[in-house]
């Protein structure tokens, strides 16, 4: 069956950088298109990264571009989130996600979610 499980999250300092993983499992990874997703205290789930399969072109969010990067290593079946400069902004749970049809930046786009992992930003 499918899961995915993240890591990596934590409490850093503003201008840190942070790399987050996403364990992928009961699937092939570059089968499937994947995304990044974070959900902030209040606010709702918004996408901020996805990447398509095989072909792996990669799509953010306009509040992220530039600091954040999204990338799988098909041999680990392992996605990854590359995000430079934290903000406290950034503040939130982080989420990996999955489907084999659709992928982008909604959330109704996938089928398979992990547990989330949090990051914290602050001085």
């Known amino acids: 069956q499918v899961q995915l499980v993240e890591s990596g999250g934590g409490l850093v300092q503003p201008g840190d950088s942070l790399r987050l993983s996403c364990a992928a499992s009961?699937?092939?990874?570059?089968?499937?298109?994947m995304g990044w997703f974070r959900q902030a205290p209040g606010k709702e789930r918004e996408g901020v990264a996805c990447?398509?399969?095989?072909?792996?072109?990669?799509y953010y969010a306009n509040s992220v571009k530039g600091r954040f990067t999204i990338s799988r290593d098909n041999a680990k079946n392992t996605l990854y989130l590359q995000i430079d400069s934290l903000e406290p902004e950034d503040t939130a749970v982080y989420y990996c996600a999955a489907d084999y049809y659709y992928g982008g930046l909604g959330r109704d786009d996938y089928s398979y979610w992990g547990q989330g992992t949090q990051v914290t930003v602050s001085s």
């Open positions: 009961g699937f092939t990874l570059d089968d499937y298109a």
């Open positions: 990447i398509t399969p095989r072909e792996d072109t990669t």
